[in-house]
């Protein structure tokens, strides 16, 4: 299994609603990452997971909060989002956190009204 | 702060033409990846590129680093259609961070 599976594809929320993305990956990669990515722009680094710890978080509101329950799954907790939050989350995988090579999911796209 | 350009950012080219696209960076690295986007979809890794002189190919498409330079290319050769996409490099920063070029669409005309 070389994939890194995100659910939901699509999501539609208001400004006042709470929802989670989730990441799965059963390649043993120890090093997952959460990407945000706008219209014809190239992704950001949002956060960084290694070894089940945060190891970076790149000054991301509070809005978004990230948890990985366990090495194989990542979630992004989503509450108050602002409607230029709008843009295709993007889940990744390494086998370690050198980041080697990135898989990555074929992303969430988010759009709050 | 590392800065990673890329040019062109827009190609079109014939089908059967051979091109280049070039992405510089701004401070020393010595690993440089490059990915594939089609509209909507999710990146696909290309190459993974870990030293000075490195050089890959997978079918039409090869990757060269040089690292003193900090200069990558990604060489196109007898472009087919398929190939339209877009294409980012990404430099790492070290620590898990990856800086992303602004990304080069290409179009590949019949």
């Known amino acids: 299994d070389t994939e890194v599976t995100q659910t939901p594809k699509h999501l539609v929320m208001g400004m006042t609603n709470k929802k989670s993305l989730k990441c799965e990956q059963h390649?043993?990669?120890?090093?997952m990452y959460w990407y945000k990515q706008k219209a014809k722009k190239p992704p950001e680094l949002m956060f960084v997971?290694?070894?089940?710890?945060?190891?970076i978080n790149e000054s991301v509101p509070s809005r978004f909060s990230p948890e990985c329950p366990n090495s194989s799954l990542l979630n992004l907790h989503l509450h108050a989002l602002q409607p230029e939050d709008s843009a295709l989350y993007l889940c990744a995988s390494s086998p370690g956190p050198r980041n080697e090579k990135l898989f990555f999911g074929s992303g969430t796209q988010l759009s709050v009204l | 702060e590392l800065k990673v350009e890329q040019n062109p950012l827009f190609l079109s080219m014939q089908e059967g033409k051979n091109y280049t696209i070039y992405c510089n960076y701004s401070t020393t690295s010595d690993r440089l990846y490059w990915y594939r986007q089609d509209p909507g979809k999710s990146l696909e890794s290309l190459f993974v590129?870990?030293?000075?002189?490195a050089v890959k190919q997978e079918g039409r498409l090869m990757a060269s680093l040089d690292t003193k330079a900090r200069l990558s290319t990604l060489h196109i050769t007898a472009a087919v259609h398929d190939l339209s996409a877009t294409y980012f490099c990404?430099?790492?920063?070290?620590?898990?961070?990856?800086?992303f070029g602004e990304g080069t669409q290409l179009t590949v005309n019949p």
């Open positions: 990404a430099v790492d920063m070290g620590g898990s961070r990856l800086t």
């Open positions: 997971y290694s070894y089940e710890k945060l190891s």
């Open positions: 390649m043993g990669h120890r090093a």
């Open positions: 590129l870990l030293s000075n002189g």
